[in-house]
Structure formats: C-alpha cells, structure tokens
C-alpha cells in the first residue's frame, strides 16, 4: 500500500526546481523521494488548492510565489488529489483511489476495518473497502455492470498497511521540511504547517480495533 499524489505535468513552472513527470500520472510519497519530486509534490498540492480563499482569510500577496502559495496557506479545509493505493502482489490486480479523492481522507480506511465498516474513494471507478468478517474486501469498481476483479486481506494486514502508509505521509512531510527551508526560507514552516494539515497528519494515528 502506497500513497499516492495526482500529478501533471510541470512544463513552465519556474517558483523552485520540479521533476519531469507525464500528465495524469501519480507519484508515490515516502521518504525516499528526490528534492525535484519533493517539489513536485509541494507544487501540485498548492495547485490543488489554488483558489480565491475568503476574505476574512486576508488579501492575496502580488508577488508571484506569494501568490501561488495563498491558498494552500490560508484555506481551512485542504484538498490534494490521490489517496491510497493498493497493489496484491500476488495477481498484479491494482486498487487506486478514483477521481475527486483526496490524501486528505486516507483516514476512511479506519471505517472499513470496523465491524459492518466501509469506505469509499472517489469514482469512475468507484473503489470500495469493506469489512466482512474478519476480511476487508477491495472491490476496484462498485459501480461496474458486471463484477469485476476483487481483493481480500485480513482485517489484521489491512490495518498493518494502513499504519505503513501513515509512515510513509510522515516521512515524506519530514523530507518536504527539509525542503521547504532551502527553497522557500520565509515560508517553511507554513508550508510544513499547511502540508502536515493537507495530509491529515495532525493527529495520530488510532486504527480500529
């Protein structure tokens, strides 16, 4: 299990230093990534969140990073694209999040370990994690036709991955850090402050029994 940002490409973007990556792709977050990658994570989660913020949230800076980096400092309720991905090694089958779902709820995996729990994550396809017994079934689809291919694990190594993929959230927040000071010194610990929120890492982590 991964998590996994929604990326584009990054052509013409010059406010820090980014990675070459193709449209509509998704880079895996860990700690282990480049500071090119790093940057592409920052830039696309601040991309995300390039909207008009309130006005009580203050007046918008006129200097072009300022500017880039408003939403993502000031918005209260934070959005980046992706979720968690599951991979069975066993048969290749892949269980992504859909579209419209965001890092940010990573935590509804919680719900599908529960007794009678699910969650959903996105659409087109319609991913689905429920609890049966003492087995989460991964179904790629729900809103497929015909039945398609499924994944089950025990509720026990779900929670396992669950936790694994926190760390890897954690990790790549502590490499972005790192980052933040060498490339954006006047804004770091905001931008740490805004990604740790946009990652739901302000709390921690208490999978269910």
Known sequence: MQPVLEIFADDDFTLWPVGNH?????????GKLTPAEVGTAVKRIADCNDFEPEEEH?????????MFLHGLLTMPDLFAAGGLRLTDTATGTVFEPGCCNGLETWRDWLDALEVGGSATF??????????VGGTVRLTLDAEAESAGPVIELPVDEVRALVAGAEQDLRDFLGLAAAWAEQHLSTHAAAVTAALSRALDLDQDLELAE
């Not at 193709?22 to 860990?30: C, I, K, R």
């Not at 203050?58 to 300022?66: A, F, I, K, Q, V």
């Not at 996105?122 to 609890?131: F, K, N, Q, V, Y």
């Open 22 to 30: 193709e449209p509509y792709g998704v880079l895996a977050l860990n």
């Open 58 to 66: 203050g007046p918008c800076p006129t200097d072009p990073l300022g």
């Open 122 to 131: 996105g659409h087109d396809p319609s991913p689905l994690a429920e609890r």
